[in-house]
């Protein structure tokens, strides 16, 4: 790609034939001119719209109505809405349907610049563009979805009449999606296991010897496979080109400050530390400490152990919370030795995986307390565990019992209980908060436990021990003093982006 | 659990004679070579060893079946684990650029751990076991081999005691070697039906339609429940135990049955009673209607630790390593023979030293003139070795390791033909 402050050059043949379909898998990058304007607008939206699905993806089942009708809104103030059928004819106002692909051409592209440099950003990047992939693709035509999958080469071998009779009744058994007509109708392909993992994982598929029989509706779990395959390893290819495009201080501010507005808070830079004292965790933990922290804090003073899951997200909760690696250690070596613990044997073994916690050992990573959506959708609890998301992870019985004993009112209870079973553990989780707190309405929207604590803090009329962490990053601020020392035909430039900059962090703070 | 004449203290001892003259290194060296297929497959595999006084190194590896075998003769490591085949030497990952020294591949591995089971086991618990609850690990053994190699088509599996509460499978074939981290979880997770911690009663739930996967598993678990679950577990005996399985049905169905139970004391009828009651919800209810299935799998279907398969860098327990807590070698176990395998009667690595003690009966020494004659010097030392191994209770496990090293040379041999077939081309 090359950069200029020209205006933008519009080859329409290999365009008109590039944007024909829809549908992209992004396999070529663009290869004109554009304006730095286009650029940092284009990055911007896509930007948005991604965080936009990052959040519908949490609040509603994927693909159900109404994540469906509130991104397609989304999409359509942000102008990346596209129709299925290309109508360039019908006179519209804004950007046609030939610009809107191209802007969603383009905007994938600058974003893999930002999002390719660290796995973290990786994972995000790739996890949202799969969304996104997968909600248009559903959008499309079935002409059209054969279309796009010749177009990328996804061939696979069907089954012969024979063989479908033959595995009739297993095809049916094997998916709430296929019936016996489907099986009369419809082609079969088999494909290597190792291509459909998301069907196998979830056994929603016929497995035999190390293939999946699939019809023809289903192939989108295949294509998104593809896709989430090939984004991965582009980033990783786009990554090593990473010196070269930094290079340009034009857009060197800009990509640094895409690629840190999607985290927002994530609580791994230790403040207060040291503030709260190892006798203060009993009574916080009680007033302080959202539902899956207090749970864990409980069993471990019940059982003196916690396994793995739990000492993780427990300990980098703590960690978070203020305390200390002299503090912590002193925690746990405390509670396992009242258990089956010696004191030998902590200091051998769990004393290292404490100090792993806090970047002391090892790769030396100091790891980031786990946020909600880690905990709701990682790391599940199994025979033995305590740890993990109690709306997400309790039997609603032992969830309604255990509000009950926290003294949580039955009329809250039940709204409690109604967010659960519409799936979200969040809002859940801060409705708690509300009636443990006895506000009206929380005055955050809840993703991270730690969050939940300083909340808490603030709540209960201290913050004045515990300060409040700022959220707005110091970067745009930072930028625009760098700007004299730029070149003068930059420094108009870098003020367009502390202002864009600045309307980024206002759109991620209300978030 | 009683080893008989095993104590730990005993292993600075002993573990020199078990490196020395009963390991078998040209078996373990077979395996991990693979034929040869892979350029620096053996040499950039990872090794950690645990030393005397926990001492724990990681990134061991070898560049020959000597070398590993001069090392683990010096080092004596009281436990051995298997890691992943890097991108460069172990030994040498500090030299490497940072971030380039990554793991390629390593086999696929499941571990079956009988602590997972304790809500459901009433005989023993944690790290104990005994005969009753061991049907446990045979259960999952057959409802795993059958599901990796019908419906994953894998076929070259080695099955491995552990040494003291449960079963490790190493899946060595080529296609799940490559197999990426998504793809180990994803089968995992296909193999998982047990879900839950303990805040989840419930930790089976089926719903229509039945997978077949659900269906061959359920075929393998039924042979097995009447006499584990009903007799040797008690499960509808005493009246705890009844509670718990009840527990697990739809209210309606619980309070007929606690009725009927009154009346009915025998298990095997107890459980027919039970049965009634599914059928009759499945002719006429569309949610909870599996309830019979579900239980059966509750207390009898395999649990597996995800996180154990996923990781391509996990380093897991070696075959033929000593567990030092019981002394017992972790042997390969014969399918073939699996329903009358006994984890009391694996040989101990007491056992096996005491038995090379043994004066030598008279077919033995015939047998070792013979062989003496025939050889070279530098091949005796080899055989003898050899024949050390074999005068122990180990030999037969090296043989059932022997018989799945065989099945899978024939697979290296096509794929060295493959490859020199290319050569040529050029």
């Known amino acids: 790609?090359?950069?200029?402050?020209?205006?933008?050059?519009?080859?329409?043949?290999?365009?008109?034939?590039?944007?024909?379909?829809?549908?992209?898998?992004?396999?070529?990058?663009?290869?004109?001119?554009?304006?730095?304007?286009?650029?940092?607008?284009?990055?911007?939206?896509?930007?948005?719209?991604?965080?936009?699905?990052?959040?519908?993806?949490?609040?509603?089942?994927?693909?159900?109505?109404?994540?469906?009708?509130?991104?397609?809104?989304?999409?359509?103030?942000?102008?990346?809405?596209?129709?299925?059928?290309?109508?360039?004819?019908?006179?519209?106002?804004?950007?046609?349907?030939?610009?809107?692909?191209?802007?969603?051409?383009?905007?994938?592209?600058?974003?893999?610049?930002?999002?390719?440099?660290t796995e973290d950003l990786r994972r995000w990047f790739i996890q949202q563009e799969v969304d996104l992939f997968r909600y248009r693709f559903n959008d499309l035509y079935p002409k059209q979805k054969l279309e796009f999958l010749h177009r990328n080469n996804l061939q696979y071998d069907t089954i012969s009449v024979e063989e479908k009779k033959a595995l009739h009744d297993k095809l049916v058994n094997s998916s709430y999606a296929v019936s016996g007509i489907t099986v009369e109708d419809q082609d079969f392909y088999k494909v290597p296991f190792q291509d459909a993992l998301d069907l196998v994982r979830l056994r929603k598929v016929y497995l035999k010897a190390g293939y999946v029989y699939i019809p023809h509706q289903e192939i989108v779990t295949i294509v998104l496979n593809d896709f989430r395959t090939r984004l991965s390893k582009a980033l990783a290819l786009t990554a090593r080109s990473l010196p070269a495009v930094h290079s340009d201080e034009r857009l060197q501010p800009l990509l640094n400050h895409l690629s840190h507005a999607y985290v927002g808070q994530d609580y791994s830079i230790q403040k207060n530390v040291g503030k709260i004292s190892l006798e203060q965790i009993d009574s916080l933990s009680g007033k302080s400490f959202p539902l899956c922290m207090r749970q864990v804090h409980q069993s471990l003073r019940e059982n003196h152990h916690l396994r793995h899951g739990g000492r993780m997200q427990y300990g980098l909760f703590l960690k978070g919370i203020g305390l200390s690696l002299e503090q912590a250690l002193q925690f746990w070596r405390s509670e396992f030795i009242k258990g089956k613990v010696d004191a030998d044997k902590f200091d051998k073994a769990?004393?290292?995986?404490?100090?792993?916690?806090?970047?002391?050992?090892?790769?030396?990573?100091?790891?980031?307390?786990?946020?909600?959506?880690?905990?709701?959708?990682?790391?599940?609890?199994?025979?033995?565990?305590?740890?993990?998301?109690?709306?997400?992870?309790?039997?609603?019985?032992?969830?309604?019992?255990?509000?009950?004993?926290?003294?949580?009112?039955?009329?809250?209870?039940?709204?409690?209980?109604?967010?659960?079973?519409?799936?979200?553990?969040?809002?859940?989780?801060?409705?708690?908060?509300?009636?443990?707190?006895?506000?009206?309405?929380?005055?955050?929207?809840?993703?991270?436990?730690?969050?939940?604590?300083?909340?808490?803090?603030?709540?209960?009329?201290?913050?004045?021990?515990?300060?409040?962490?700022?959220?707005?990053?110091?970067?745009?601020?930072?930028?625009?003093?760098?700007?004299?020392?730029?070149?003068?035909?930059?420094?108009?430039?870098?003020?367009?982006?502390?202002?864009?900059?600045?309307?980024?962090?206002?759109?991620?703070?209300?978030? | 659990m009683p080893a008989s004449d095993y104590d730990s203290a005993c292993l600075p001892d002993i573990l020199p004679l078990y490196y020395r003259r009963l390991f078998p290194f040209s078996q373990y060296y077979r395996w991990l070579n693979y034929g040869g297929v892979q350029k620096n497959y053996f040499q950039n595999r990872e090794f950690s060893f645990t030393l005397?006084?926990?001492?724990?190194?990681?990134?061991?590896?070898?560049?020959?079946?000597?070398?590993?075998?001069?090392?683990?003769?010096?080092?004596?490591?009281?436990?051995?684990?298997?890691?992943?085949?890097?991108?460069?030497?172990?030994?040498?990952?500090n030299t490497v650029k940072s971030g380039t020294f990554q793991a390629l591949e390593k086999e696929l591995v499941f571990d079956i751990d009988m602590t997972d089971y304790d809500d459901v086991r009433s005989c023993c618990s944690a790290a104990e076991i005994c005969p009753k609850c061991w049907t446990l690990m045979t259960i999952a053994i057959r409802v795993l081999d059958r599901a990796l190699r019908d419906d994953f088509g894998f076929q070259h599996l080695l099955w491995v005691y552990s040494g003291r509460r449960g079963v490790h499978c190493w899946v060595c074939d080529e296609a799940a070697r490559k197999l990426s981290v998504a793809a180990r979880s994803a089968v995992a997770e296909y193999l998982s039906l047990v879900k839950g911690g303990d805040e989840t009663m419930k930790k089976v739930v089926l719903s229509d339609p039945i997978h077949p996967f659900i269906r061959e598993s359920l075929v393998v678990v039924e042979r097995y429940f009447p006499l584990y679950a009903l007799q040797d577990q008690d499960i509808l005996g005493r009246k705890e135990s009844v509670d718990k399985v009840l527990a697990l049905t739809p209210e309606d169905v619980r309070k007929q049955l606690q009725q009927d139970f009154q009346n009915e004391k025998k298990p095997e009828n107890r459980w027919n009673l039970?049965?009634?009651?599914?059928?009759?919800?499945?002719?006429?209810?569309?949610?909870?209607?599996?309830?019979?299935?579900?239980?059966?799998?509750?207390?009898?279907?395999?649990?597996?630790?995800?996180?154990?398969?996923?990781?391509?860098?996990?380093?897991?327990?070696?075959?033929?390593?000593?567990?030092?807590?019981?002394?017992?070698?972790?042997?390969?176990?014969?399918?073939?023979?699996?329903?009358?395998?006994?984890?009391?009667?694996?040989?101990?690595?007491?056992?096996?030293?005491?038995?090379?003690?043994?004066?030598?009966?008279?077919?033995?020494?015939?047998?070792?003139?013979?062989?003496n004659d025939k050889e070279n010097e530098k091949d005796a030392a080899e055989s003898r070795k050899i024949r050390d191994y074999k005068r122990t209770s180990l030999a037969k496990y090296v043989k059932c390791f022997d018989q799945f090293l065989d099945v899978m040379a024939r697979s290296w041999k096509g794929e060295l033909l493959k490859k020199s077939d290319l050569q040529k081309d050029f």
């Not at chain 1, 019908?90 to 600058?110: A, L, M, N, W």
């Not at chain 1, 980031?368 to 998301?389: E, F």
């Not at chain 2, 049965?275 to 209607?289: C, F, L, P």
């Open chain 1, 1 to 117: 790609m090359q950069f200029s402050s020209r205006r933008k050059k519009f080859t329409t043949n290999s365009q008109t034939e590039l944007y024909s379909h829809p549908l992209l898998f992004y396999v070529q990058p663009p290869l004109e001119n554009i304006s730095l304007m286009e650029f940092e607008t284009f990055a911007v939206e896509r930007l948005k719209l991604l965080k936009t699905i990052e959040n519908l993806g949490v609040s509603y089942v994927k693909l159900s109505d109404q994540y469906i009708k509130k991104l397609e809104a989304e999409s359509k103030a942000l102008n990346f809405l596209y129709r299925a059928e290309a109508d360039d004819r019908k006179p519209q106002s804004g950007p046609t349907e030939q610009e809107k692909r191209r802007k969603d051409h383009i905007s994938h592209f600058i974003l893999r610049l930002a999002y390719c440099q």
């Open chain 1, 350 to 511: 769990y004393a290292y995986s404490v100090r792993h916690m806090f970047g002391k050992e090892g790769k030396r990573t100091d790891y980031t307390p786990y946020s909600c959506m880690k905990v709701i959708l990682s790391n599940a609890p199994s025979q033995g565990d305590h740890h993990g998301c109690p709306f997400r992870h309790s039997d609603p019985e032992l969830l309604k019992q255990k509000l009950q004993v926290y003294k949580v009112s039955p009329s809250g209870i039940i709204q409690i209980l109604e967010l659960v079973k519409g799936m979200h553990y969040q809002l859940a989780c801060q409705k708690y908060f509300e009636l443990t707190h006895n506000v009206e309405e929380a005055s955050f929207s809840l993703n991270h436990p730690n969050q939940y604590f300083i909340e808490s803090q603030k709540v209960l009329g201290g913050g004045r021990d515990i300060k409040r962490e700022t959220d707005a990053p110091q970067k745009p601020q930072e930028n625009s003093t760098k700007a004299p020392s730029a070149a003068p035909e930059a420094a108009a430039n870098t003020q367009d982006v502390a202002e864009m900059t600045e309307e980024l962090d206002s759109f991620f703070q209300d978030a």
């Open chain 2, 52 to 93: 005397k006084d926990d001492i724990y190194v990681r990134y061991q590896s070898f560049t020959t079946q000597n070398e590993l075998e001069k090392e683990m003769q010096k080092m004596n490591p009281y436990k051995i684990d298997i890691g992943a085949i890097y991108s460069h030497r172990p030994n040498q990952h």
């Open chain 2, 274 to 371: 039970l049965k009634d009651q599914a059928k009759r919800k499945q002719g006429t209810s569309k949610k909870g209607q599996h309830f019979e299935k579900e239980i059966m799998l509750q207390y009898c279907y395999p649990r597996l630790d995800v996180n154990v398969s996923k990781g391509v860098n996990h380093l897991l327990k070696s075959p033929f390593s000593v567990h030092p807590k019981t002394g017992r070698i972790s042997v390969p176990i014969d399918l073939k023979e699996l329903e009358t395998f006994d984890p009391f009667a694996v040989p101990t690595i007491s056992m096996i030293c005491e038995e090379l003690d043994r004066p030598r009966t008279v077919e033995e020494e015939e047998k070792s003139e013979e062989i």
